[in-house]
């Protein structure tokens, strides 16, 4: 009979969960189960523009929202979440933000040993695989996660990175580096035209590397 004893468990095979079952399950030592409340995948999940075809479609969105209260003037604020393998990952907006390093750093100060942007940035580093210009000293080249930066041009980005610039804020290549503040190109979990979800890049892995 088939054996249904796990070592780990892992509800939720989101952003979290992903990476989580990724890890566990990298030493073949553990039996590791993952639940999944939505669906394998959604069609439009894999190409970056069906982002606005899921953003309201209970196939693969809870659809939560907030509840009224004063401060919303009454209102329900929709609260997307993702309901299928790589859970919100699957339907975000592919914005791949580090966060701020001061951040970080401020939360080591205030007890939170390990926390500090030096302590985290080897994390980040073996994270992903960026593809765009870099100090290899903040980005990674062979995680993961693949990480794309934007290769679009146009007289319209020239013209609001200049005129960024002439109030004081300074044009940075990559906001993820050594220079987090300033005006940047986005870069994005889109790697060949396709949305690198977490449920790609850490459940599926060998799938994530064919596109
Ligand atoms: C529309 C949208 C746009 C966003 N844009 C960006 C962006 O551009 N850049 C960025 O960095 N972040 C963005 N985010 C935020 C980011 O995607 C989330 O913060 C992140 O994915 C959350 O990860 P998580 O593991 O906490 O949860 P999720 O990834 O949401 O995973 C939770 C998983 O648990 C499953 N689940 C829930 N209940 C159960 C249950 N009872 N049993 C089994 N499974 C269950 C869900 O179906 C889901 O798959 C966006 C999010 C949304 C929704």
């Given at each position: 009979m088939e054996s249904r004893i796990f070592d780990y468990i892992v509800v939720g095979a989101g952003s979290a969960g992903s990476v989580l079952a990724n890890r566990l399950s990298a030493d073949p030592k553990n039996k590791v189960l993952v639940l999944e409340a939505?669906?394998?995948?959604?069609?439009?999940?894999?190409?970056?523009?069906g982002f606005a075809k899921l953003i309201e479609n209970p196939a693969a969105n809870w659809l939560y929202s907030s509840e009224p209260e004063a401060g919303t003037g009454q209102r329900r604020i929709p609260i997307p979440r993702g309901k299928l393998l790589g859970g919100s990952s699957s339907i975000n907006g592919m914005v791949f933000v580090r966060g701020q390093s001061q951040d970080y750093d401020t939360w080591a100060q205030l007890g939170?040993?390990?926390?500090s942007y030096r302590e985290v940035l080897p994390i980040f580093r073996d994270m992903e695989s960026y593809q765009g210009d870099a100090d290899d000293e903040y980005r990674g080249?062979?995680?993961?996660l693949k990480v794309t930066e934007s290769n679009e041009t146009g007289a319209l980005y020239d013209a609001l990175i200049k005129a960024a610039g002439e109030v004081g804020i300074k044009y940075t290549?990559?906001?993820?580096?050594?220079?987090?503040?300033g005006i940047g190109m986005t870069q994005a979990t889109i790697r060949n035209g396709r949305r690198m979800s977490t449920a790609f890049c850490y459940l599926i892995p060998r799938a994530g590397d064919r596109t």
């Amino acid at each position: 009979m088939e054996s249904r004893i796990f070592d780990y468990i892992v509800v939720g095979a989101g952003s979290a969960g992903s990476v989580l079952a990724n890890r566990l399950s990298a030493d073949p030592k553990n039996k590791v189960l993952v639940l999944e409340a939505g669906r394998e995948s959604h069609p439009w999940s894999r190409i970056p523009v069906g982002f606005a075809k899921l953003i309201e479609n209970p196939a693969a969105n809870w659809l939560y929202s907030s509840e009224p209260e004063a401060g919303t003037g009454q209102r329900r604020i929709p609260i997307p979440r993702g309901k299928l393998l790589g859970g919100s990952s699957s339907i975000n907006g592919m914005v791949f933000v580090r966060g701020q390093s001061q951040d970080y750093d401020t939360w080591a100060q205030l007890g939170n040993r390990g926390w500090s942007y030096r302590e985290v940035l080897p994390i980040f580093r073996d994270m992903e695989s960026y593809q765009g210009d870099a100090d290899d000293e903040y980005r990674g080249r062979g995680g993961p996660l693949k990480v794309t930066e934007s290769n679009e041009t146009g007289a319209l980005y020239d013209a609001l990175i200049k005129a960024a610039g002439e109030v004081g804020i300074k044009y940075t290549n990559d906001y993820n580096g050594a220079k987090q503040d300033g005006i940047g190109m986005t870069q994005a979990t889109i790697r060949n035209g396709r949305r690198m979800s977490t449920a790609f890049c850490y459940l599926i892995p060998r799938a994530g590397d064919r596109t």
